[in-house]
């Protein structure tokens, strides 16, 4: 059997279609049958990626006594939280207010006007010992309360709405100023972890803006812990088991506080992010091992992650092979590492990545995951190593490997994309470029309408009118114009940027509603929200600012200085308050208070000093910069701090003088 799913784009979805539950999508008819049928929704945002949403999946819903329960007493949806952003937003904060935490799978219950009246995240089938209550309880709980209590039903709902309108709105006027970015920095140095590097405690997640916010103040200050705080953040999780030594790559986060245990799935926006803090940590400081990092997110990426032929990067990686597996893929017990290798290769690795015959994996103690304990004890062991783990490699390919969701979203393409071309350029790999520019074309071609905006997903047209496809996507263009020099790219982001203003601008306030206007639809979606706080991803918002940061410093147009200011102007309030979760916004600041580089390459085209010049400009590390390239006769390069300019110099050994 089948319900409504099997015909459905998203992978999530197509991998419940054989559940009993009757499962439906999102969307009008499933809140007009709840209506019809008087019944609560059971609302399930998951992932194809989620490891306990395919906890949740083999544990309930596919079970027949639970799937009774669910088809009698509740209208069910299912949503894919990659494909809906939007409803998953709204939904997010609507459980949170009521458990305190969110995450996926999110299960909340609504009203058939589709109010949250109760929720959690995961819930096992039956009460367990770390006190969360079962789910077959829940449910029929649920069921008698929206019989019998009807009114505190109503009250709950009415409530939550009312928090959930007023947190979406992450707006806050005041004002922007050097002492506000440096109260930021400030702020993110108080929750560094001295110890292990990164923010916080465990879990530990990546926070790329962080660093590369926290660079460019170093930059400029030359502050010795700023510059620690990136290098240890960065170095700590180059060792550390979130970082997949074998194949390349991020997992999402860390279950310790020492990177060790990763949450195995690899998600297209955090290698994105991270691939750009190397880069222009290796930039700054020469590091090799960011170099190496860069490039092995990039092999990663090329071997399993993008179809080079149509011009596509995939969304993720699963963390599973199949329902109870929990990284197994990714692991290895002592013995299949020997197996593997030769005594000595074994004998290195081991002692390198930490292998023994007790892991650190709870299901399976005899699995290992793979982090870097100690180098190599000496000079002959590299090369060792190095074969050694192009033979791990090789055996792991050998395995079946988890599901790789292949929907190409816009906002993840395009920061993927923009990502590519500074590694083309850093690493000098064109192959890069050549990829990042025909998804960008993709995108431009199959995914962009001048009335509606960007659709979300490349060649479909629904769903459409979200702001972080719009913003990611222009600033991926103006990305493709430096690399380039290609006008084009250019007035593609000015024509994202001009339907913004008129699409999701608030007149009133300021800042950019996350939906469009003519896009609200049923429930919580009648409400926009204007977000701020990386989350994890770049607030659109944010990515907003520094596109006109960009648009003003490569055109010096007053108009969009202007922009900058009221965007800026309309969340500032809020900028230190949010401080590591602020870091975009923080670094859209940054452009607007302190000096901004313009690097101005002139000259023919193709092989000669122009190229080499403009190259160089794009491989050199400095924040704010713009680099502009133009056609000329002879080459020429000038360059641009605030308000004074260079004299023109025409080879690349003076143009690094003057970088430098």
């Known amino acids: 059997m089948s319900n409504q799913l099997a015909s459905e784009s998203s992978a999530y979805l197509k991998s419940a279609a054989h559940q009993p539950v009757h499962w439906l999508p999102w969307g009008d008819a499933a809140f007009a049958r709840a209506r019809a049928e008087d019944k609560p929704v059971l609302l399930d945002i998951g992932a194809v990626w989620c490891h306990w949403c395919h906890v949740m999946d083999g544990e309930s819903y596919e079970d027949e006594g639970l799937a009774e329960i669910l088809n009698r007493d509740f209208v069910c949806v299912k949503v894919d939280r990659d494909e809906r952003p939007d409803v998953d937003t709204r939904y997010q904060r609507a459980v949170q207010a009521l458990s305190g935490q969110g995450g996926w799978p999110l299960t909340a219950f609504l009203t058939p006007e589709g109010e949250v009246f109760f929720g959690g995240t995961y819930f096992p089938p039956e009460n367990n010992h770390y006190g969360r209550p079962g789910f077959q309880s829940v449910l029929l709980q649920i069921a008698r309360a929206y019989r019998e209590d009807r009114a505190r039903i109503t009250t709950n709902a009415q409530a939550i709405r ?101 949450h195995f799935e690899k998600m297209a926006y955090d290698n994105s992010e991270l691939l750009r803090a190397y ?27 993008s179809d080079g032929e149509r011009g596509a990067f995939y969304t993720s990686q699963d ?34 990545f930490d292998i023994a015959e007790t892991g650190e994996m709870h299901h399976n103690p005899r699995k290992n995951v793979l982090w870097w304990k100690q180098d190599p004890a000496s000079v002959d062991e590299g090369p060792i190593l190095r074969d050694a783990v192009r033979k791990l490699k090789a055996a792991r390919d050998r395995r079946e490997a988890p599901f790789v969701d292949r929907a190409a979203y816009v906002n993840w393409n395009a920061m993927m994309a923009a990502a590519f071309l500074q590694a083309g350029a850093v690493l000098d790999r064109p192959e890069c470029n050549t990829l990042a520019l025909k998804v960008l074309d993709r995108i431009w071609n199959e995914a962009w309408d001048s009335n509606g905006g960007m659709s979300h997903v490349i060649g479909r047209t629904d769903p459409l009118g979200m702001l972080d496809d719009n ?106 308050e949010l401080s590591l979760h602020g870091a975009t916004l923080l670094r859209a600041a940054d452009w607007a208070v302190h000096p901004v580089t313009r690097i101005e390459v002139a000259g023919p085209p193709g092989d000669g000093p122009a190229c080499a010049m403009h190259l160089l400009a794009l491989q050199t590390y400095r924040p704010r910069k713009v680099v502009v390239r133009t056609i000329a006769a002879a080459p020429a390069a000038t360059v641009c701090v605030g308000t004074t300019c260079s004299l023109p110099v025409q080879d690349p050994t003076r143009l690094a003088e003057l970088l430098a």
């Open 162 to 262: 009312q928090h959930v309108t007023e947190s979406l709105n992450e707006g806050k006027p005041g004002a922007v100023s050097a002492a506000l970015i440096d109260r930021g920095a400030d702020q993110m140095a108080g929750m560094f972890d001295i110890r292990y590097g990164g923010f916080g405690t465990a879990p530990k997640f990546p926070h790329p803006a962080a660093c590369e916010f926290m660079l460019a103040r170093w930059h400029d200050t030359k502050l010795d812990w700023q510059r620690e705080i990136v290098e240890k953040t960065l170095t700590a999780m180059a060792r550390g088991g979130i970082r997949d030594h074998v194949g390349g790559g991020f997992h999402r986060y860390a279950t310790d506080e020492r990177w060790i245990v990763p």
């Open 279 to 305: 880069l222009s940590a290796y930039q700054s400081f020469g590091t090799p091992l960011f170099r190496e990092v860069a490039t092995g997110i990039v092999d990663w990426v090329l071997e399993l992650l």
């Open 319 to 352: 963390a599973d092979v199949a329902f109870g597996d929990d990284g197994d893929y990714w692991t290895w017990t002592l013995e299949e590492a020997r197996t593997a290798l030769t005594a000595r290769e074994g004998a290195v690795v081991a002692s390198v």
């Open 471 to 576: 913003v990611q996507a222009a600033a991926a263009f103006l990305d493709a114009y430096e690399a380039t020099g290609g006008a084009a790219w250019r007035a593609r982001a000015t024509a994202v940027m001009s339907y913004c203003a008129g699409g999701h601008w608030d007149d009133a306030a300021g800042g950019y509603f996350d939906i469009a206007r003519d896009r609200a639809g049923a429930a919580y979606l009648a409400t926009r929200g204007k977000p701020v706080q990386d989350a994890p991803t770049p607030s659109p918002n944010g990515v907003a600012a520094l596109v006109l940061a960009r648009l003003w410093a490569i055109t010096d147009s007053p108009d969009w200085r202007a922009q900058l200011d009221r965007q800026l102007g309309a969340f500032a309030g809020a900028a230190g």
